[in-house]
């Protein structure tokens, strides 16, 4: 997939296009994103980055990065994604000027999306709006149930399942590998210290199974009670992994939680427990 800053930067030609930040490319975007690849035209993604809410002050907890929101897109079949700057002057533009900058000067014909999308200075630009401006408009419907807000409230509760059920595949957390307390070594379980940005949901503290880099994981999500920790930590031991991955992107999938964080009566209770946790992690089932 061609990623681009600018419109200017794509030729104009014969395009489909669907606009949104799609942030966790969930099931309701993927709805949107089958009809763009059915189109017949060259099938394009105009995005955000920063997210708007964040942009405008808002606070908002991301499903996934912009890296790995391209990387789902790219993995869907889409061809070319704009990946606008979202800036105050952005938040400013008349639908009108947006759709002359954004759309019309990358060739677009059809635009993709369902009846409630609003775009444009106080989200005055809907369907009927670009209808009037010359653009076929293709209108799909909302997957019920499904929306980022609820996504994120079962990712907060730790139900990984059922906010994989609205995904469309496993609740992921990503950061960059960083050095930890060790500690993992010397108990015979070694993990990998995630970083996740800053503005990433991190889901509800426990233990979860899951996977990364084509190996199950036992991943552990909070404060580590039972060595009196504070700070949060997000760490991974990946089952029958020898290398090194300081420094390292790792995106970890979290398929089941396996329960809440514990204080041990002993290091050695603690040890039996986490044997206990990979193997319940070898059983498990992705969603």
């Not at 035209?41 to 808002?58: K, M």
Request: aromatic share 6%.
């Amino acid at each position: 997939m061609k990623v681009v800053h600018s419109p200017r930067e794509l030729v104009p030609r014969d395009r489909a296009v669907a606009i949104g930040s799609f942030d966790g490319v969930h099931l309701g975007h993927r709805r949107v994103l089958e009809t763009l690849l059915e189109s017949g035209s060259t099938p394009t993604v105009v995005t955000f980055d920063p997210h708007p809410r964040l942009a405008l002050g808002y606070g908002v907890e991301l499903l996934s990065t912009l890296e790995r929101r391209l990387e789902l897109l790219a993995e869907l079949g889409v061809a070319e994604t704009v990946v606008v700057e979202f800036t105050l002057d952005v938040a400013r533009l008349e639908p009108e000027e947006f759709a002359r900058e954004f759309l019309e000067a990358i060739g677009t014909r059809v635009i993709v999306a369902n009846d409630g999308f609003r775009f444009g200075r106080g989200r005055r630009g809907d369907l009927s709006l670009l209808r009037g401006l010359g653009f076929e408009v293709l209108e799909t419907p909302l997957v019920e149930g499904v929306s980022s807000t609820e996504i994120r409230r079962l990712i907060r509760d730790g139900d990984a399942r059922g906010a994989a059920r609205l995904l469309g595949r496993p609740v992921e957390v990503e950061g960059t590998v960083v050095a930890g307390d060790a500690r993992g070594g010397t108990l015979g379980f070694p993990t990998a210290n995630l970083a996740p940005p800053a503005n990433l949901l991190v889901p509800a503290y426990g233990i979860y199974a899951g996977a990364a880099l084509g190996h199950r994981a036992a991943v552990s999500i909070g404060t580590n009670p039972h060595y009196g920790g504070e700070e949060r930590r997000v760490e991974a031991f990946l089952l029958d992994y020898e290398g090194e991955l300081y420094g390292e992107r790792l995106v970890v999938e979290l398929w089941q939680r396996l329960r809440d964080e514990q204080v041990f009566a002993s290091e050695q209770a603690l040890i039996e427990r986490i044997a206990r946790d990979v193997e319940e992690t070898r059983r498990a089932t992705r969603p």
